[in-house]
């Protein structure tokens, strides 16, 4: 039985409607606090006003973002996701899928307060599957708190984003940010958002597969 569900949001930004676009928008803006949709979720039907609306559709979900100028030359963002589950999660989706857009979105205003209008280069590296690979990754950190410095195989970063299953930081070119998906029955998985010209994608790939499995192997 197909179940609906809608998640919204509304966050301010602080910057004009057309860089939030251009955010939200474009595959390299996107790179920059998302990720990169591949295969089938790079071919998303879309409703696009720019720059005002942008409204994504897969399958039976849509993805919708409402843009508003406000005071100061920034932006309010209204989101909405939203559509019909063909399996039986109760109120599990909707509490996991809110949570990791409330991640997402925060990344988003740390993007464009910090790296406006920089294209992005996105990699992603997961985990070994082990137990203790979330408490091994907060110790060989530091277990740091908001604000912190975290010494890193990319560099020093400051932490910006602290929570249970969460962990982010800001370096002097990237944001990354650490998930913990136990709870969906996955590893967990390091999300690198790059802002260095030329930056190789292959060797950030490589750089935290290798640290994860030494920091969070059996």
């Known amino acids: 039985m197909s179940t609906p569900f809608e998640i919204r949001r509304e966050i301010a930004l602080p910057i004009a409607p057309q860089e939030v676009w251009r955010a939200i928008a474009t595959r390299e803006g996107q790179a920059g606090w998302f990720m990169t949709l591949e295969g089938d979720d790079a071919e ?129 070119h990237a944001l990354v940010r650490f998930h913990e998906r136990s709870l969906i029955g996955m590893p967990v998985a390091v999300g690198h958002h790059e802002y260095a010209p030329g930056a190789d994608t292959s060797t950030l790939t490589d750089t935290w597969t290798a640290w994860l499995a030494e920091t969070a192997g059996s």
């Open 44 to 172: 998303a039907e879309i409703v696009a006003d720019p720059p005002h609306r942008l409204e994504q559709r897969f399958g039976t979900q849509a993805i919708e973002y409402v843009l508003e100028s406000a005071e100061g030359g920034t932006t309010v963002l209204r989101f909405v996701h939203s559509g019909m589950l063909e399996e039986e999660w109760g109120d599990e989706f909707e509490t996991m899928t809110g949570l990791g857009w409330d991640l997402y979105l925060f990344t988003l205003g740390e993007y464009l307060r910090h790296f406006p209008g920089t294209p992005a280069t996105y990699v992603e590296a997961e985990a070994p599957s082990t137990p203790e690979a979330w408490k091994r990754i907060l110790a060989a950190l530091g277990d740091p708190a908001v604000g912190d410095t975290v010494r890193t195989p990319v560099g020093t970063g400051i932490v910006d984003r602290r929570v249970e299953r969460y962990l982010g930081f800001r370096t002097e």
